[in-house]
């Protein structure tokens, strides 16, 4: 068990060359580190060759005690990666995780919850009532982006300033989950928060002497903002908002309900989500649509929010 921590090493450099986002490699560490801590404890203790699928099924069944049913998935499919990089080096003769079977969990389960229309306008007043200039038009067009575009926040976190083509009104994202970039229309009103932040942006940046920042949205010290820095400012905004937010990914999965709602087709809201195959849109709602631009055309936003609200509202951003 001596090698448990170098081949743990080597599994999530892998993982990295293969777009893995950091968030998530931190996780898959923190239990990977977990479980080899605990077959370090066994007495007798196994050499890496010689553990069983019982004692993977033992580790995963403490694991999962009085936890819930999401915890346990996500431990067997870290568990299950590290499993297939150690049979396929040789270390295993198979994997034991293979066809061991998870916590069954139904499409309610594995789905973050919706964010109502009353929720919605419940947050945007919420970062309309933070100070004037950077701190509004940050948080203003982060919620935009989310909400507008159904971008990851890994992927709201790795957008660029050049990224943001204003003259063809569509954000690049990157395809580091899917190994394809896309690019996603943005809506008017989400321009228009955009425009309004950019000023703010450079003026922040100027102060840090940062003038090679390319992150699109950037903290108050002017560094590209972490994807755990958006999650606390979008759960603090939900607290004042007295909004029981659960995660920054149900922007996501509203934006996609709420298209469907109003007329955007399941491939529509595929290609603006960035899925490589249609079964994963189907998990955030069972859609269908006409077309990409015309289904953003559609967007809630229109009637959510005022053509005045927000820093620099009035006339829309083309």
């Known amino acids: 068990m001596r090698r448990w921590d170098g081949l743990v090493e080597a599994h999530l450099r892998e993982c990295a060359a293969r777009g893995v986002g950091e968030a998530t490699l931190k996780n898959r560490e923190a239990e990977l580190m977990r479980c080899g801590w605990w077959l370090k404890g066994r007495r007798p203790r196994p050499a890496l060759e010689e553990v069983t699928a019982d004692q993977m099924a033992e580790y995963l069944r403490k694991r999962g005690a009085f936890r819930a049913k999401a915890t346990l998935a996500s431990a067997m499919s870290h568990?299950?990666?590290?499993?297939?990089?150690?049979?396929?080096?040789?270390?295993?003769?198979?994997n034991p995780l293979r066809w061991m079977k998870g916590p069954k969990m139904g499409l309610r389960s594995r789905l973050p919850k919706r964010i109502g229309k009353e929720q919605l306008v419940a947050l945007w007043k919420a970062a309309e009532?933070?100070?004037?200039?950077?701190?509004?038009?940050?948080?203003?067009?982060m919620l935009a982006v989310l909400?507008?575009?159904?971008?990851?926040?890994?992927?709201?976190?790795?957008l660029d300033l050049?990224?943001?083509?204003?003259?063809?009104?569509?954000?690049?994202?990157?395809?580091?989950?899917?190994?394809?970039?896309?690019l996603a229309p943005v809506h008017s009103r989400v321009a228009q928060y955009l425009e309004a932040y950019l000023p703010f942006r450079q003026s922040v940046l100027d102060k840090k002497g940062r003038w090679d920042e390319r992150g699109l949205f950037v903290g108050k010290a002017g560094q590209r903002m972490k994807g755990e820095y958006v999650g606390r400012l979008i759960h603090q905004l939900a607290r004042k908002a007295k909004v029981p937010l659960v995660s920054v990914h149900q922007f996501r999965h509203t934006c996609a309900s709420d298209l469907i709602e109003e007329g955007a087709t399941l491939p529509q809201v595929q290609a603006l989500l960035g899925h490589a195959a249609i079964t994963s849109t189907m998990w955030y709602l069972s859609i269908s649509d006409p077309a990409?631009?015309?289904?953003?055309?559609?967007?809630?936003?229109?009637?959510?929010?005022?053509?005045?609200s927000g820093e620099g509202g009035g006339r829309e951003s083309a």
């Open 129 to 141: 009532g933070k100070p004037a200039g950077y701190p509004r038009t940050l948080v203003l067009g």
């Open 292 to 308: 990409l631009g015309e289904a953003v055309r559609k967007h809630p936003l229109n009637e959510y929010f005022s053509e005045n």
């Open 147 to 158: 909400y507008g575009t159904g971008v990851r926040r890994g992927e709201l976190e790795r």
């Open 79 to 94: 568990l299950r990666g590290l499993g297939e990089y150690l049979a396929r080096e040789g270390y295993w003769k198979s």
């Open 162 to 182: 050049a990224d943001w083509r204003r003259e063809e009104g569509v954000l690049l994202v990157d395809g580091r989950k899917t190994g394809r970039e896309r």
